[in-house]
């Protein structure tokens, strides 16, 4: 997608205190392109800001969809107090409106994660049940390593939403032609329409896109071939 297909959502961070852009000065994950995106806080201010898909159809989707790309944890002021997402089923184009994101905790090493609730929330670093966490990957990561990861919403007839969360290995296959497996130790969370499994109602629809939360000066991350697809 081009830069012209994204929207800043509006009440997050400003840019000044969380600088955003393309840039040719980090190295790309394998396969990208001449650039990718970037966010580097520049005062130790809480926050969170995030683009979504401005595409017809897309903003909302009237039902699931699927969000994918390339993301990573940079090295930078400290290895805690930040969080790159991945986002899908945002009730409104907001930092403090719910949804579900798929990305990496605030921990050293990280985990992908995936977490239903507000974007401002970030993806700490608890166990599952706790803070709207899903599902945790059982495999860990250091700060600087680029992961390709996929969260398929599906929205069924019966009002139940199937999130299955995968992850491409970039060390063998680039971002331009993945091979998808199932996230190890966190391949699909049912939330169900009765909200038994997650303790509230699924979300249906929504805006799709991704983001960045800080806590501290000079945390980074990076994003890179971000796709969204919407189930028809």
Not at 114 to 135: C, E, F, H, M, Y
Not at 184 to 207: E, H, K, V
Request: hydrophobic letters at 40%.
């Amino acid at each position: 997608m081009a830069a012209s297909d994204w929207t800043s959502l509006p009440d997050g961070l400003d840019a000044v205190s969380l600088k955003r852009g393309v840039t040719t000065g980090v190295a790309r994950a394998n396969g990208g392109g001449n650039f990718c995106f970037a966010w580097n806080s520049t005062v130790a201010t809480a926050g969170t800001a995030g683009l979504y898909a401005a595409q017809a159809n897309f903003a909302p989707m009237a039902k699931g969809g699927s969000i994918r790309g390339a993301i990573q944890r940079g090295a930078g002021g400290g290895p805690l107090n930040f969080a790159p997402f991945l986002f899908i089923g945002l009730a409104s184009p907001s930092v403090g409106a719910n949804g579900y994101l798929l990305g990496l905790d605030d921990d050293d090493p990280h985990r992908v994660v995936l977490r239903k609730g507000a974007l401002n929330v970030g993806l700490p670093a608890v166990s599952i049940g706790t803070q709207g966490i899903l599902l945790q990957g059982t495999e860990t990561f250091l700060n600087a390593t680029w992961l390709h990861i996929r969260l398929d919403m599906i929205v069924n007839t019966n009002g139940d939403v199937i999130l299955q969360c995968f992850r491409n290995d970039l060390t063998q296959n680039p971002v331009t032609t993945p091979v998808w497996n199932p996230l190890a130790g966190a391949n699909q969370f049912i939330d169900d329409a009765l909200g038994i499994n997650s303790g509230s109602a699924p979300y249906t629809s929504g805006y799709a896109g991704f983001g960045f939360a800080t806590k501290d000066v000079t945390r980074r991350g990076y994003q890179d071939h971000i796709e969204v697809l919407r189930q028809l």
